[in-house]
């Protein structure tokens, strides 16, 4: 089994993202270097994973790299000793598994690789880059393994949202949840968005422009881009927000709280009391104050998470995947087990192009750097209903 990703949790307080890649790096099969060195290959790995940006790519690489290393490692191979026989061996073995890997995981993987020994080479450590000329499977760009929806399927499945919602009374503990969920589905059907960018947003990302509601998204490789806000997205999130807001301000003063708390064990014994009660003074103060503030205030004030759970964690990709593929089932939708949240953006592309926008509002709106992306997520593409032979002919004619 790989190492844990050097952007998974540790336990206790968490430590800074240079010292988590640093730990992850350490429990991988990598060669020792020149005793004394500045750089040797742990070193310089854990600096190609700092390098990303993104921390999905970051995990993705980590897990590519711990996976290839493993296979090495077993069949007795220095990584820097690999050649491109080596590499194409175990991508050889890679496309056999079962179930078979998709041709862009492939890629992937091999991007992977080739973008490691790219950096050991570029520091010295390594002296070639065995996978640099390996060529990159074929992909078919107008296919995605990805589930479609028609309009139909996606209405039902906000209707089971709204359903959800509806079958709890206002006192129940799971109306919150339900509330929550409806809201996440709405924006990943109304703007497409990625689940990573729903989890990834944020309180302060809601904001005013122009008149409009909006919200700043934060995508790939630093793509911001500020979306509108539909108005029944507007109705439901100004429900949601203020008791989300109340929720991240009192996990933050109880978290601050349980932390100072720990550190009691590190004064002298005769100093825990008092400090205790003062601890405890500040939490009730702090409890106190986050009573009296008004929805305004908590706006102005706090920022954290725009969707948690119930005890304020930040609600996660697997939460988001879980809640779709329930609400699919309780929609009765043909393909509900195999219905992701990427299957509502696919959805949403689908049904902005039919209704006639324009590709180039479509990319901007799902955030995508290549328009041939955008087309691929166009499942009704070579439709012939849509084709320009249709409004040709209709010029022509006048």
């Avoid at 790096?25 to 993104?54: I, Q």
């Avoid at 206002?170 to 729903?198: D, F, Q, T």
């Amino acid at each position: 089994m790989p190492p844990a990703s050097p952007t998974t949790p540790a336990a206790g307080p968490e430590p800074s993202l240079i010292e988590e890649i640093t730990a992850s790096v350490a429990a991988l099969a990598l060669p020792a270097g020149d005793p004394g060195a500045r750089w040797d290959p742990a070193s310089v790995t854990a600096a190609w994973l700092r390098s990303r940006r993104s921390p999905h790519t970051r995990r993705a690489y980590f897990r590519d790299l711990a996976d290839y290393l493993a296979w090495l490692d077993d069949a007795g191979l220095a990584p820097l000793q690999a050649t491109r026989p080596d590499v194409d061996l175990y991508l050889a073995e890679l496309r056999d598994e079962q179930p078979s890997l998709s041709a862009a995981t492939l890629n992937r993987k091999l991007a992977s690789i080739s973008s490691w020994y790219r950096y050991l080479v570029d520091a010295d450590i390594a002296t070639r880059n065995p996978a640099a000329t390996i060529d990159r499977a074929p992909i078919n760009r107008d296919h995605s393994t990805t589930v479609g929806l028609t309009v139909t399927e996606v209405r039902a499945l906000l209707h089971a949202a709204d359903t959800d919602v509806n079958r709890w009374g206002w006192g129940s503990p799971r109306r919150w949840p339900a509330e929550r969920n409806k809201i996440v589905v709405h924006l990943l059907a109304g703007l497409g968005l990625r689940v990573s960018e729903i989890t990834g947003l944020r309180l302060k990302d809601l904001r005013h422009n122009a008149g409009h509601r909006t919200v700043l998204i934060r995508g790939k490789a630093g793509r911001d881009r500020e979306l509108p806000l539909p108005a029944a997205l507007v109705r439901l999130l100004a429900a949601h927000l203020p008791g989300q807001r109340r929720l991240v301000a009192n996990r933050g003063i109880w978290a601050k709280w349980g932390d100072e708390v720990d550190l009691l064990g590190d004064v002298r014994p005769g100093d825990d009391r008092s400090r205790r009660r003062r601890l405890d003074a500040w939490r009730d103060r702090q409890l106190a104050r986050l009573n009296d503030l008004t929805d305004d205030d908590l706006a102005r004030e706090v920022d954290g998470p725009a969707f948690s759970t119930q005890d304020g964690k930040p609600l996660t990709q697997a939460g988001i995947f879980n809640a779709v593929r329930r609400l699919a089932r309780t929609a009765g939708l043909p393909a509900a087990d195999q219905i992701s949240p990427h299957s509502l953006r696919h959805a949403a592309a689908t049904a902005a192009l039919d209704d006639g926008a324009p590709l180039r509002d479509v990319q901007d709106l799902l955030g995508h750097a290549d328009p041939r992306t955008t087309c691929r997520y166009d499942r009704n593409r070579g439709s012939l209903d849509r084709s320009p032979a249709h409004r040709l002919a209709v010029l022509y004619a006048e």
